[in-house]
């Protein structure tokens, strides 16, 4: 073999051995796209599922609040505009109480921003604890657990409207509206979702009473 046969057959291997590289480097750039685009659906993924687990809690809260309820454990009686003497600082209430968080003083952060929502802190209420709803969890892009939430009752002037909120302090014949905060899981319990609503109630449930309200927390 000649000594331009050899000079060729080298330049062949130089130009192959580069072409394979950049193939190589092309393939790890399509599979790393495609498991970041992979990352990026399951964690829109996940985000949905926590926001329906959050609002799916607001719906039960609101069953809870206003009802209709004829679950055993109901406590709608407990909400009323007019007296919200079964609400507890730091939403520290047990039993028919839990989940129930007085207003935080003037310039104090709100309650909603303070409480631990794990549900061994004891300091919010699970999905169907008050109503018997059945929220389900697990495998197979379910909530990682039920959702939550606290309920903070909070002293209104203007029958609720925006921007007319102030501390539960006032006097107990202030009218109050309640202001909901849910926490949504996804598939994995660290992807979680925060929503609020606010729901008024001017008096008690019907068959209720002031003065039941309050003995019955």
């Given amino acids: 073999m000649n000594r331009s046969a050899r000079v060729s057959r080298g330049f062949s291997l130089i130009v192959v051995l580069m072409l394979l590289l950049v193939v190589s480097v092309l393939g790890l ?66 039993g028919a109480r839990l989940g129930l968080c007085a207003a935080a003083p003037v310039g104090a952060e709100p309650a909603w921003m303070r409480v631990d929502f794990a549900p061994d802190a004891g300091r919010s209420v699970a999905y169907g604890r008050f109503t018997g709803q059945v929220y389900a969890t697990g495998a197979g892009g379910l909530s990682a657990r039920a959702p939550r939430y ?23 014949a202030t009218p109050h509206v309640f202001r909901v905060t849910a926490i949504g899981y996804g598939p994995r319990e660290e992807t979680r979702v925060l ?6 109630k001017p008096s008690a449930s019907p068959g209720c009473s002031v003065a039941s309200s309050s003995s019955s927390s």
């Fill in 29 to 94: 750039a399509a599979a790393q796209n495609a498991l970041v685009g992979e990352r990026i659906v399951r964690n829109e993924r996940d985000a949905e599922v926590a926001f329906q687990a959050a609002e799916a809690a607001l719906l039960d809260a609101e069953r809870d609040v206003l009802g209709p309820n004829d679950h055993a454990a109901r406590r709608l009686c407990l909400f009323d505009g007019r007296d919200v003497s079964a609400f507890v600082a730091d939403c520290a209430g047990t």
């Fill in 150 to 172: 606290v309920v903070e009752a909070l002293r209104s002037r203007g029958g609720g409207a925006q921007g007319v909120l102030h501390s539960a302090s006032a006097a107990a």
């Fill in 195 to 200: 929503l609020q609503t606010t729901l008024a």
